[in-house]
């Protein structure tokens, strides 16, 4: 199996926002959010991803063909002593592909592609995702990570370090 993962072109930008549909539809069991007024869920902050130096799409393809997406920040925190760290904002596999280490694959790229803090949250209603991720970087890091809680999201919240 071929997996390739690669920033988004501006090209590209129409394919990201479909598949970012269908992983908003695969989403909806743990999030209230409903469609819009033309059937989509949109995203607000899409076109940024294109505009601003901190933002990463990515598309993943398998065989050729598209199997999903990432989005990735760099976010620096305000304040005296001001950090920077990583954040994975989106990640996406469609189902078909996702037990055959596509996302392990992906997730390991990225990590390696930006080295440095990374957090990595999931929604507390969507324990799937939690034991992905925690399996996931838990493997990466050999264990080397902490799950944390922080007063801005409702779930659990992974740091790590890469590279």
Do not use: C
């Not at 090209?11 to 409903?34: A, I, N």
């Not at 989005?71 to 592909?97: D, H, W």
């Not at 919240?157 to 590279?163: A, D, E, F, K, N």
């Amino acid at each position: 199996m071929d997996v390739q993962i690669k920033i988004a072109q501006v090209e590209q930008k129409v394919v990201v926002k479909h598949l970012l549909e269908l992983y908003k539809y695969d989403f909806s069991e743990f999030d209230p959010e409903d469609v819009n007024d033309q059937g989509l869920y949109g995203y607000k902050y899409f076109d940024h991803y294109w505009t601003e130096p901190e933002r990463f799409p990515f598309l993943i393809r398998v065989n050729g063909n598209y199997a999903g997406f990432a989005l990735v920040r760099k976010i620096t925190q305000e304040g005296e002593n001001p950090e920077s760290y990583f954040s994975m904002a989106e990640f996406f596999v469609m189902k078909k592909y996702r037990k055959d280490g596509v996302g392990r694959k992906t997730a390991f790229y990225l990590f390696n592609s930006f080295p440095g803090k990374w957090e990595v949250a999931e929604m507390e209603e969507n324990v799937p995702a939690q034991k992905f991720w925690r399996k996931i970087i838990s493997e990466y890091t050999r264990g080397n990570y902490k799950e944390i809680q922080k007063n801005d999201w409702e779930g659990p919240v992974q740091t790590l370090i890469t590279g």
